[in-house]
């Protein structure tokens, strides 16, 4: 909402708090600030409204002049709320105690408060001429009657360029065109065979449709090609379908007035009994696609469909996912010579290293290759063409570019952006703070939009949970790209510079976020809401100097650029404050910092600071705190002040206050803590609202026996666990937590040893995924793992061989596993075994085994694949210490035993070498 809305909608409920009577405003400025919310709900419709302009269809100056002016005037409204809500609430002092000192405190700070309702008193004044006067002007331009100018040309003129092309410049198209072929082809014969194409926009999913439709069409009786787009016409696109289909019996249909269902059924019913192939480009959302397939029939007659999208779901829900990639480097190189020189080897030498750069930032996408080589082979003076060429190198990905090909590119891919719902135009813009090729972490870019008020509260979802489904959605719709993968759920991910490029500018255009990097110097706005510094140039001290710091929400800051940094006090109502890696904070920084008191969000991530102050509790409305790879070994007191700390990250044996129990807000500790004694686990216990807990012990004697069970049973809302043990073997004997962490889901213990499965697992009707290293295993392991109703992701490691060498481990009671996606069973001791017709609705199984230790033990590889009722199967096989014989053995017995498999399970066979 934040692009759309500015700050409307966090600011009207807090507009609401201030009318409760805890702020004793006068009854005259209540009335104003009613007056305020009324107005503001208004605008804020408004301000919608103009969001749904089609793309285009762009709302006029004046009515992007209009919507700006309401959004600064939020942010300024908001920043004078805070300010006073911050002022009254410190005065507060909720963590005194009630004693007589504290009376004598709050008695001294009544004229101070008398003096903050007086000054909001006045500010509501002013901000109400000054709505007023933009109702006005709403009024006397007839902001709401403005007719909209469509661009020149239209987003759909452009993208018919793919359709038109000539053979001779589809670049690497062939190979793509092969495979999609086969794809379509193979198979039942007889079926109707649909593909769905998916990818970032400009990759050339259209052209490749068009090249593949032109190749078979001629073997199909009939067919048609129709692009869809946003908003489609529905009864327009069925017009169009009968036409192409049927040009001469159909040619009245577009001046018929006939409905959707008419048309449908007429379509159905020419489809009959023949063999078609159809291309539906470019459909948006699953509901168009829902309506579009009631026109097609399986009759039998093996006919053949391809639709193109960018959203992943779109393509999942339509059937036959082809994920189409960029190009490779070679082809890439190729396509943009061709485009230049008109062959690849006419590139002079001098451009050769600079063009190389350029094709590194378009990424093997056509649609940025072609756009960046046609505004390079418009430059004919051939005595400034590197310099030329490397300003247009350091432009892509800054949005400083301003040229006929690239802002066409630019309205192609911000269709994308504009089929976002608001609150994710705002989350894709803040992207643009981090530079080009950074890893963006889910973790810290959920926190920054949950500390920007980005992220909207959903009923029995926490904000990070809404946070990491944006990030989600983002994904789906190819706008951003995952780098790295744990248990198939991206932690980082990436961003397209085409993208960057795109998002950048429209933050400059809608001044959201002011990045200063390696790009050319540009124009910054005198009063900055949001700010990057990524890089350190001259001319940027100018820039910062003369610019207002006083409204800044967000300061990211790159250790290249720390020394462009003002002071700290520059920013008085900073919410996010991002220092990680600037190795030169130190604790003088952190003086200032603790005085930042509107602060949500701060990274001190490898910085030098060795202390924090006493003053850390003034941070009343920190919620996410990193002070990992810093010199701090212990915090203040005073750090239990903190009572609205969500998220903590700490380094190793840091010291935490005895008291931390009492942050009762804190949801995770991240990486891990250290245990020192069994009083400290007995303090965390306190920590009820605890999701996320990594807890390391030296070693384990039966002192912490109790009190790490008495923390479980406390910990009721805990999500998952990991426990490490570097000496000692863990021990269980507690059948029950009680109340206990019911809701647990991810327990992980395989860096600790434990004697036995713990009983109390048994009743985690929730646990889905458990690693853990036991000393011995036995059969009432095996029955407690059998009996976890929703284990689907097992990691089970043996310590030492059981005491039964031919103790054969079937795990019979595991009939509800819904995905059991990683076992691995250290088979150095025992032979894995899957009994006929457990564990039913397992779809994925990945286990690995070790050779030569197998062999010793069995003198088999029967484990009983064939049995076994699963989609797909994933072994690895440990070679080590084995002969090729022996390794060629076991593969082939794996093979055989799937072949065998009824439910003809897909297999990935790996094999390496690794000492057990």
Not at 387 to 399: L, N, Q, R, T
Not at 865 to 872: A, D, G
Not at 905 to 915: C, Q
Request: proline share 4%; charged share 25%.
């Amino acid at each position: 909402m934040e692009i759309v809305t500015g700050a409307i909608s966090t600011l009207l409920p807090k507009l609401g708090e201030l009318l409760r009577e805890e702020y004793q405003l006068q009854k005259s400025v209540r009335g104003e600030i009613m007056f305020l919310k009324a107005e503001l709900e208004s605008m804020e419709a408004a301000l919608l409204d103009v969001s749904e302009a089609p793309i285009d269809q762009p709302p006029n100056n004046q009515v992007k002049l209009w919507a700006r002016n309401v959004r600064e005037l939020s942010y300024n409204i908001e920043d004078s709320i805070d300010k006073f809500m911050v002022r009254i609430d410190t005065h507060a002092a909720p963590h005194k105690l009630h004693s007589f000192r504290d009376f004598i405190d709050r008695s001294l700070d009544l004229p101070t408060k008398a003096k903050i309702r007086h000054s909001i008193g006045t500010d509501i004044k002013d901000i109400k001429s000054r709505i007023k006067e933009i109702s006005e002007r709403r009024d006397r331009y007839k902001v709401d009657n403005v007719v909209t100018v469509p661009f020149s040309p239209t987003v759909d003129s452009l993208r018919l360029s793919a359709l038109y092309k000539k053979m001779t410049e589809l670049v690497g198209i062939e190979e793509k065109s092969d495979e999609l072929v086969k794809m379509l082809m193979e198979g039942d014969k007889q079926e109707l065979k649909i593909v769905s194409i998916v990818g970032f926009g400009g990759l050339g999913k259209t052209t490749l449709a068009k090249v593949v439709h032109e190749k078979l069409k001629v073997q199909f009786a009939c067919g048609f090609f129709v692009t869809m787009s946003l908003n489609p016409n529905m009864e327009k696109i069925f017009s169009n379908m009968l036409c192409q289909l049927d040009k001469e019996k159909y040619s009245h249909v577009t001046k018929a007035s006939w409905g959707e269902a008419q048309l449908i059924n007429e379509i159905r019913e020419f489809l009959q009994n023949k063999r078609y192939f159809i291309v539906i480009d470019d459909i948006w959302s699953n509901v168009v696609w829902e309506t579009i397939k009631y026109t097609f029939l399986g009759n039998e007659c093996g006919s053949k469909i391809i639709t193109t999208t960018q959203i992943l779901d779109v393509a999942k829900e339509v059937g036959g996912v082809y994920q189409l990639k960029p190009l490779s480097p070679a082809v890439s190189r190729k396509l943009f010579y061709q485009k230049i020189f008109g062959a690849e080897g006419r590139c002079p030498v001098q451009l050769a290293v600079v063009s190389e750069g350029i094709l590194k930032k378009c990424g093997g996408v056509p649609l940025a290759i072609i756009t960046i080589a046609s505004l390079l082979a418009s430059k004919n003076d051939r005595d400034n063409i590197l310099e030329y060429w490397s300003k247009v190198y350091h432009s892509i990905g800054s949005g400083l570019e301003d040229n006929l090909h690239v802002n066409n590119m630019r309205k192609i891919l911000s269709v994308s952006y504009y089929n976002l719902p608001p609150h994710l135009r705002a989350c894709l813009l803040y992207l643009s703070c981090y530079p080009e090729d950074t890893n963006i972490g889910n973790k810290d870019v959920i926190w920054k939009w949950i500390c920007e008020g980005f992220v909207r509260a959903e009923h029995m979802k926490t904000l990070h949970v809404v946070g990491m489904e944006y990030l989600n959605e983002l994904w789906n719709k190819s706008l951003i790209q995952p780098i790295s993968n744990c248990d198939n759920m991206p932690w980082d991910y990436c961003l397209h510079d085409m993208v960057l490029d795109l998002i950048t500018f429209l933050s400059n255009e809608e001044q959201f976020m002011t990045s200063l990097g390696d790009q050319q110097p540009m124009l910054v706005p005198h009063k900055i809401r949001r700010l990057s510094l990524q890089s350190i140039k001259q001319e940027y001290f100018k820039l910062i100097s003369n610019a207002d710091l006083s409204h800044v929400r967000s300061l990211i800051v790159s250790k290249q650029a720390f020394s462009l940094l003002p002071n700290l006090s520059s920013f008085p109502v900073l919410r996010v404050l991002d220092l990680s890696g600037c190795d030169q904070v130190d604790n003088r920084h952190c003086r200032d910092i603790c005085n930042m008191l509107h602060l949500r969000y701060l990274n001190l991530h490898r910085t030098s600071i060795s202390e924090i102050p006493e003053e850390i509790g003034n941070l009343q409305f920190l919620l996410v705190l990193d002070i990992t790879k810093t010199r701090l070994r212990e915090v203040p007191s005073t750090f239990v002040q903190l009572q609205q700390l969500v998220d903590l990250c700490v380094g190793p044996g840091m010291r935490l206050p005895d008291d931390f129990g009492n942050l009762k807000t804190l949801q995770s500790i991240w990486p891990h803590i250290y245990v020192m004694s069994p009083t400290m686990l007995r303090n965390m216990g306190g920590l009820t609202k605890l999701r996320h807990l990594s807890i390391r012990f030296h070693e384990w004697d039966e002192s912490y026996q109790k009190s790490f069970e008495l923390c479980l049973s406390n910990l009721v809302n805990l999500r998952s666990i990991t426990v490490r043990v570097y000496e000692g073997v863990m021990d269980s004997k507690c059948e029950n937590l009680s109340p206990g962490p019911q809701q647990l889901e991810d327990i992980d213990m395989n860096r600790s040893v434990a004697n036995s499965v713990p009983i109390w697992m048994s009743s985690l009707s929730f646990l889905s995924s458990l690693d853990i290293k036991l000393k011995t295993l036995g059969h009432k392991d095996l029955q407690i793992l059998g009996n976890m109703p929703s284990l689907s992701d097992l990691t089970l490691w043996v310590n030492e061989p059981t005491q039964d060498r031919h103790e054969r481990l079937v795990i019979d009671n595991c009939y509800p596993f819904h995905c059991l996606t990683f076992l691995k069973l250290m088979a150095n001791n025992m032979e894995v075994a899957f009994a006929q017709g457990s564990m039913q609705k397992l779809q994925k199984l990945r286990f690995g085994f070790g050779v030569r230790k197998t062999v010793d033990q069995f003198g088999n590889f029967d484990f009983g694949l064939e049995k076994i009722s699963v989609e797909h199967l994933d072994v690895c096989v440990n070679y080590s210490d084995a002969n090729r014989w022996e390794v060629n053995a076991a593969e082939a017995a794996i093979r055989e035993a799937v072949n065998m498999n009824p439910n003809n399970p897909t297999l990935k066979l790996t094999t390496l070498f690794v000492l057990l």
